[in-house]
């Protein structure tokens, strides 16, 4: 039944010959992209594998998510930099659901109240955070609902020895949106560099759609002997002289916000480290009610027209300690940064990272261990027409599809400290 729903979807959007078989090799069509290969299975944890140069990663159907990703250090030990669980089988068990490297849709972020206009009419979506007495179920919508897209099984679609691509099928009415959404993600890697594509199409009604990416990064790969935070990493955001304002449940208020040089959100003016105003009382609240440290939607001012692959990265993120460096390149306008604080220990690490004995701390994310970063688009654009972000956010049968592309590129700096690290402030 499945596999019958998604052929006859695969096959009304695309120009892929067959549905897949593994251990088959096929050619087709994605969206405007050709894919080849030889369909391989997973391995034992329920993982498929991809290699570029200099880099290697593993991806699961699971909310078509990112698993390890590995990298060499400037001392030359493999570093698994990404968050995730060690079997795939894990990730719809686990209670936390910590929407480890996946993709939310169909609306990333929050919605406002669950629900939003269209053409004049009203939709009331599921909530899934902030429960009340009143409102046992929430009163805001988190990254697509209780079943967001980053909760369900995609379908492999290709899988090559440098990339892989995953399709979901988003029925009429599921959690409340209007119309079916098809969508493709792409994930490649090349020389150093992991790219990503996702496409998606609003196929039978006008719909909101707004992807991401949400992947936990340490680039130390909890292997720091010195910390299992993420609070020393630097991060730099040239074009992010602007965020957009939240009330204290994260919901924006409507407000464009300036990051002064200097300030607790600046980023803009020069690398910081994460951690450098922790110490500071105003972050406390920074990020949700109580919330110490971030969890901020940036805004990408760049100069139009400009090539987003040639601009210059929206993000830099580096640890010092293993010399790695993140540059993030994106067509995305906004870039969501969450400093981990809701992280408490419970979840453990991967095999892959870690001390493995070297000091005895405990095997698990600790408050602040990770660092998530989101291209996106303005988060709850579809709740502020003044923002103007109709064109990139509400998409119908017969447009242009949703499209998001990014390019994450890895590189060894092996600068001794970060810039600006610590302060008294
Ligand atoms: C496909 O290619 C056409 C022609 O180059 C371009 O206009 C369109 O934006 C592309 N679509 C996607 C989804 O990349
Ligand atoms: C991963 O979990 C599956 C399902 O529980 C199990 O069959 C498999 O053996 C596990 N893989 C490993 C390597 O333990
Ligand atoms: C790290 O270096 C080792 C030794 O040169 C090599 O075998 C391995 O493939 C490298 N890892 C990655 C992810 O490139
Ligand atoms: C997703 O697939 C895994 C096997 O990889 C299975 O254990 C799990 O039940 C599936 N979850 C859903 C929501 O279909
Ligand atoms: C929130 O949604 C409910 C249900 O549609 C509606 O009755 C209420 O007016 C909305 N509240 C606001 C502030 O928009
Ligand atoms: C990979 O990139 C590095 C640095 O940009 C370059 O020196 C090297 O030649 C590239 N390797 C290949 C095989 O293209
Ligand atoms: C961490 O490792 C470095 C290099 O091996 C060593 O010099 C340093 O003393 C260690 N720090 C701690 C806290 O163990
Ligand atoms: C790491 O950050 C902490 C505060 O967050 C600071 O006290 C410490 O000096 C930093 N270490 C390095 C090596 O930058
Ligand atoms: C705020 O957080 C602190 C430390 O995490 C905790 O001790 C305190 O009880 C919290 N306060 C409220 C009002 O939730
Ligand atoms: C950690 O957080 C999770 C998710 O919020 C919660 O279920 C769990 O009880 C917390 N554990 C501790 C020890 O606070
Ligand atoms: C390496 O990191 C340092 C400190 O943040 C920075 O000043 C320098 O520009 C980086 N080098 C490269 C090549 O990106
Ligand atoms: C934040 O930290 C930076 C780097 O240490 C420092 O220059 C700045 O004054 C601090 N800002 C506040 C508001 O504490």
Redesign the pocket.
Known sequence: MHTAVFAIALWATSALARPQVPGESFTGTVGNDTVAGISSGPDANGKYEICGIGIRANFIAYGASISNLFLNDTSGIERDVVGGFDNASYYGVD??HPHFGGVPGRYANRIKNSSFVIDGETFNILPNENPTPDHPHGIDTLHGGPDGWDWRNWTLVAHTHNSITFSLTDPDGDQGFPGEVVSYVTYTLGNMTWDLRMVAIATTKVTPIMLSSHTYWNLDGYANNETGTALNHSLWLPYAGQRIGTDPILIPTGDILANQPGSLNDFYSAPKQIGANFSNPDLVGNCGFNCTGYDTAYVNNRQAPYDWREEGPVARLRSAWSGIQLDVFSDQDAFQVYSCG?????MALKSTQGLHGVADRPRTIQQYGCVVMEVEDYIDGINQPEWGRDKKQIFGPGDEPFLLQASYKFSLNDTAVGLLGFGSG
């Not at 809701?342 to 419970?346: L, R």
């Open positions: 209670r936390q809701g992280q408490n220990g419970s």
